[in-house]
């Protein structure tokens, strides 16, 4: 190769990580700003009674307590939902299923819903859990609902993180006359778990940010009380932003909570977040191999 080609790849190499970092530059500066933004107009409205309170004063004053309590439940009894399936569809489709055409328009399917707007979801909630099986606009049906939508993403991740697991070990593991089961519950999962557990996060970011599903299946627009029962509707964060912002009563004399519920949301889903993240660390580092 001739010093002109070679130093003509060198030019093309390097103008082409330039704009690779040049795009992530924007794209943190972007998301920087909008947090910049939020956290400037929202810090504002934080204050231990808007954490520990109901809204009060037709939601012009007072806190949200109730929608985090109702956004927490919803986000856990999706992963509730979501995980067992996603893994067990996963474990299928990746050691089970034999492959060929039926496996391919399964897998093609499932890369389809996981484009689907989420109001389809909704509406498919509303149909199947809050009028076919009665379970009215409730928790349940909610965490369901959203359990629904993060599935493909789950068994997405969790194919990947499956696949990502040397053969040499089911092959050690059968070799020693452990049955297959048994190969994929106690050596293959465990490998794959970090895996799996950031599909879990993104999934666990998407559910808790989502507000068509839960509008038509279990976010209430004002309730004072904190739900005791999985059949209780509740108010959820997103929804509760959505209602301040374009239903509420003097929408620009809210504007501060408005931008405060967006605050408060963000910092929950980065705690949930936070918490999968310390689990995958701790047991990506005792399985180390």
């Known amino acids: 190769m001739t010093t002109t080609a070679i130093r003509y790849r060198y030019i093309k190499q390097t103008v082409f990580f330039g704009l690779v970092r040049l795009s992530a530059f924007i794209l943190a500066l ?4 909008i947090l910049a933004y939020i956290i400037v107009h929202g810090i504002s409205a934080l204050s231990w009674e808007f954490v520990t309170q109901p809204p009060r ?13 109702g956004t927490f439940y919803l986000t856990v009894g999706a992963i509730a939902v979501g995980l067992p399936l996603g893994i067990v569809s996963a474990v299928y489709l990746t050691e089970y299923a034999r492959q060929g055409p039926v496996i391919r328009v399964i897998r093609i399917g ?3 819903l996981a484009g689907v707007p989420s109001v389809v979801f909704g509406l498919f909630g509303l149909g199947f859990f809050v009028v076919m099986l009665k379970f009215g606009s409730s928790i349940l049906a909610g965490s369901l609902t959203l359990g629904f939508l993060i599935l493909p993403t789950i068994i997405g991740a969790s194919e990947e993180a499956l696949k990502s697991v040397p053969q040499t070990f089911r092959e050690a593991s059968l070799a020693l006359g452990v049955s297959k089961w048994q190969t994929i519950l106690r050596i293959v999962l465990p490998t794959a778990l970090p895996g799996i557990l950031t599909g879990s996060i993104l999934g666990l970011g998407r559910a ?3 507000t068509a599903p839960i509008m038509f299946t279990a976010a209430a627009f004002f309730t004072a009380k904190l739900p005791t029962s999985v059949f209780d509707e509740v108010m959820a964060l997103p929804y509760h932003i959505y209602v301040l ?6 929408i620009e004399e809210t504007r501060p909570l408005q931008y405060g519920t967006v605050l408060v949301l963000i910092l929950l889903v980065l705690g949930i977040d936070l ?3 310390l689990i995958r660390a701790t047991i990506r ?4 191999w």
Do not use: D, F, H, S
Request: hydrophobic share 45%; glycine share 16%; proline share 3%.
């Open 275 to 277: 918490v999968a993240i």
């Open 245 to 250: 912002a374009t239903a509420g009563t003097n």
């Open 110 to 112: 499932i890369n389809c």
């Open 30 to 33: 972007a998301l920087g700003g």
């Open 208 to 210: 808790a940010g989502e």
């Open 57 to 69: 004063e037709a939601m012009t004053k007072g806190g949200i307590m109730p929608a985090i309590v």
């Open 285 to 288: 580092r005792r399985k180390k």
